[in-house]
């Protein structure tokens, strides 16, 4: 007999971000189980956080993985693995730099860098910005469609000149960034910024963070706009091949 353990580990191997919801029944199809028997694992899963039901009463993974994922991330010494690459990032460019990982429909910094010259940012390690309008959040929103969901329930707010408001188009603006790779945020966070972001990966490609690189705009989007979106993405596929991520290509 599969253990409880087993058991809740084979429930959450079934959420992908082709299935991102699944509802008892279907849980219970899958795994081979009576509905009654996968629905008190899932709501105890519910109770200690590690899945959320939504109004279409469908489970998704919960903020409770997300916590054990930051955890991880310390516990195999980002901070160390990952110290060397963004500095070599910002010595070669005049921008902040950050780790981000998704939180609530915000994304939390969890690394900063800064190079010399750099337009000053409030930033710090733990704070938080809209993931709707910002490199980062744009990258984690795309590769996760999970996160999407509490991304519009905290509502799509104009932080600057060009915040995207409407729904229909930030779904379209991630498309194009899950096609090219990286995202983009001009002047729709701060006043005068722009920033790049680029997907940090886990071990099974799962897209667990984000690297960016944030300037003063004119400086972004001048002779060194091409390099620096170059850097950003070979920086995050450096990272992700320190925390495990082995690309097949």
């Known amino acids: ?55 279409d009463r469908k489970y998704r993974l919960g903020w409770k993985l997300l916590e054990w994922s930051s955890k991880v991330m310390y516990q195999q010494d980002i901070h160390l693995e990952a110290g060397p690459i963004i500095s070599n990032l910002v010595l070669q460019f005049r921008g902040n730099s950050h780790i981000g990982m998704f939180h609530e429909g915000e994304v939390r910094f969890v690394m900063k860098m800064s190079s010399p010259h750099a337009e000053h940012m409030a930033t710090y390690i733990g704070a938080r910005k809209p993931a709707h309008c910002t490199s980062s959040g744009k990258v984690l929103l795309a590769f996760n469609p ?85 850097s950003v993405i070979r920086s995050a596929q450096m990272i992700s091949k320190q925390v495990g991520y082995m690309s097949l290509m």
Not at 155 to 160: N, Y
Request: glycine residues 8%; positive net charge; aromatic residues 4%.
């Open 146 to 230: 999970s996160f999407i969901q509490p991304t519009f329930a905290k509502g799509l707010l104009k932080h600057s000149t060009n915040t995207i408001t409407c729904i229909n188009q930030l779904n379209e603006e991630l498309k194009d960034i899950r096609k090219r790779g990286y995202a983009i945020s001009d002047d729709e966070n701060d006043n005068g910024m722009y920033g790049v972001a680029a997907p940090i990966k886990s071990y099974n490609g799962q897209v667990i963070a984000a690297l960016n690189l944030v300037g003063e705009r004119n400086y972004m989007i001048g002779k060194e706009k091409t390099r620096i979106i170059q």
């Open 1 to 55: 007999m599969i253990s409880s353990v087993e058991k809740l580990i084979k429930i959450l191997d079934l959420f992908t971000n082709e299935e991102p919801a699944l509802g008892n029944k279907e849980i219970a199809e899958k795994l081979n189980m009576s509905p009654s028997s996968s629905h008190h694992l899932v709501k105890t899963m519910c109770k200690d956080g590690m899945l959320i039901q939504g109004k």
